[in-house]
């Protein structure tokens, strides 16, 4: 989503940003800073992302705000409490306040799929394809849902990278292909902490970004066991953790 403005006597065009409540039989949870679309996907995949729920549920706009206000049908499969989650577009752990509470609430990884280093590393060129709003605005990050043969199966834009990443999850979980063992995540920025978190989550063993990893997100993966490749373009790429995953062509 994007929209026209004047710069300089000239139109251009800059993507979208509005916050999005996130609902729970009526309980405010979360506000989140995104680009609007897919808002019932970005719902059900950050409440998956954050562990509070692990199947898909019933979600829609309310009648009150209904643009920017997503409710989505409970029980949680834990009480949060009184916490309370505001994220930004360019953080998505930003207000949990301590470490401690962005824990994964996942097992490690299994085996996942053996890919070679050369087809992980042409995933950001086959998802560039896929992001139309990037084109319109270069405002947009993206994420992309990529079987073990490099097929793109689902893509999400947004103006956060880990909004972009909870669409897709959250897809991905109503289509039932959760969790995502035999599937490869590609994002089209850098490797934050959070994203290796949700992706662990959601079982996807390899995560591929063109930009750089930060220390946490390296750190993460290695526990997880998670496959982590960054710096991915022109068919090179380097292997941060879980490099027994990727395969050099003879």
Request: net charge negative; with cysteine; glycine share 12%.
């Amino acid at each position: 989503m994007d929209r026209k403005i004047l710069v300089d006597g000239a139109e251009d065009v800059v993507a979208v940003e509005e916050p999005l409540e996130i609902r729970v039989d009526g309980r405010a949870l979360a506000v989140t800073m995104r680009t609007p679309g897919h808002d019932e996907e970005l719902a059900l995949g950050f409440l998956h992302g954050e562990a509070l729920i692990d199947a898909p549920r019933a979600a829609g706009p309310t009648e009150d705000f209904a643009a920017n206000t997503v409710e989505v049908a409970g029980p949680l499969l834990r009480d949060p409490g009184e916490r309370r989650f505001y994220t930004t577009s360019s953080c998505g752990v930003c207000g949990k306040g301590a470490l401690e509470q962005v824990a994964v609430d996942a097992p490690a990884l299994g085996d996942g799929p053996e890919i070679a280093r050369d087809l992980l590393a042409a995933l950001p060129d086959r998802l560039r394809t896929a992001q139309p709003g990037f084109e319109r605005t270069g405002g947009l990050h993206a994420t992309g849902l990529f079987t073990a043969a490099g097929e793109l199966v689902a893509s999400r834009e947004d103006v956060g990278r880990h909004n972009a990443m909870d669409k897709v999850i959250g897809w991905a979980l109503t289509e039932g292909l959760l969790p995502l063992r035999d599937h490869v995540l590609c994002v089209s920025g850098r490797l934050s902490f959070e994203l290796v978190q949700k992706a662990a989550v959601a079982g996807a063993p390899i995560l591929v970004g063109v930009g750089a990893p930060t220390s946490l997100a390296v750190s993460l993966a290695l526990d997880r066991n998670l496959t982590l490749m960054g710096f991915a373009r022109s068919g090179r790429g380097n292997v941060y953790a879980g490099a027994e995953r990727v395969l050099t062509r003879a």
